[in-house]
């Protein structure tokens, strides 16, 4: 088996490439940048959705081994109407190349046919290919890797538009398991899965469990919609996205996230990880220098 993993440089993308290579299964990293972007021993390849002349990269990359890449991670791009150049390259990558199986990463909001990943899991649907869909919750990561980890270094602050709704976090370690497992399963998995954290929580609560984590309190501001996303565009995030991830918080503060399951422990055979042991393991996102 040889797995490409587009979004080379993201954050499930990346533990998936570990959990494949604990187990010796060939894979292929694929982001804009290309192998200067790699994690050292990581082989990758530079892939661009928007440049059509990458996409035969991935495809004519030499495996040690030989083969030829069956299996394909698909992560969306953060542009306008992401589907159209996923589903063009799902076709070409079929037709070209014979890839058997996709694993699409989509957000908890997906349904078939709908605009975002609904567009590529409809597509799937469409063309009978194997199939998986993960609709993971909120990343636990994006409060030690994204912006946020800086806001609540230096400020001490979460800002959201969330209010109290409850979510269930969950790390991007489990949903590279879940994927793992969708990948290699001998029999495909055609089917969706939420993948969910083992707690619901708000951002209140979020906040207390990095103070508690930390040693020092952490304060989570409510923002009104119009104030969250005009917080976003002014530090620089593109309207497109600011839009996106406002509509996600303010979906959340009316229960939107509210669910719960037990899929990353039907899937991978192992509860799903805490924010409490998150908060413990990626205190060194958030202490100040000298603490």
């Not at 299996?71 to 542009?79: F, G, K, Q, R, T």
């Not at 993948?195 to 989570?220: F, Q």
């Not at 005009?230 to 959340?252: I, K």
Request: net charge negative; with cysteine; charged share 25%.
């Amino acid at each position: 088996m040889r797995v490409l993993l587009t979004g080379g440089t993201g954050k499930t993308s990346v533990r998936l490439a570990r959990f494949l290579q604990n187990e010796n299964i060939t894979f292929l990293l694929a982001s804009r940048r290309g192998p200067s972007a790699a994690p050292s021993g990581m082989p990758a390849v530079k892939f661009d959705w928007l440049d059509k002349s990458t996409w035969k990269e991935p495809f004519q990359y030499r495996f040690a081994e030989g083969g030829s890449i069956s299996a394909i991670y698909l992560m969306e791009p953060l542009v306008a109407e992401p589907w159209k150049p996923m589903n063009e390259f799902i076709d070409y990558a079929r037709k070209e190349y014979g890839v058997g199986r996709f694993v699409l990463v989509a957000g908890s909001s997906a349904e078939p046919s709908r605009p975002g990943m609904g567009m590529v899991w409809q597509h799937f649907l469409e063309t009978g290919v194997d199939y998986c869909v993960l609709r993971p919750s909120w990343f636990m990561e994006n409060l030690s890797d994204e912006a946020p980890s800086t806001l609540i270094r230096d400020q001490d602050k979460i800002y959201t538009a969330c209010g109290e709704g409850k979510i269930p976090f969950v790390s991007a370690i489990d949903i590279a398991a879940v994927a793992f497992r969708a990948i290699t399963d001998p029999q495909s998995h055609n089917c969706d899965h939420r993948v969910l954290g083992p707690e619901l929580l708000t951002y209140d609560e979020v906040a207390e469990k990095l103070s508690a984590a930390l040693d020092r309190p952490i304060e989570h501001i409510k923002l009104s919609g119009d104030q969250r996303y005009e917080g976003l565009v002014s530090v620089g995030v593109s309207e497109y996205y600011a839009r996106f991830l406002t509509n996600l918080e303010t979906a959340a503060s009316t229960g939107f996230e509210t669910r719960m399951n037990a899929t990353v422990e039907k899937v991978t055979g192992r509860a799903p990880r805490t924010l409490d042991l998150f908060a413990h393991d990626n205190r060194g996102a958030w202490e100040r220098l000298g603490e």
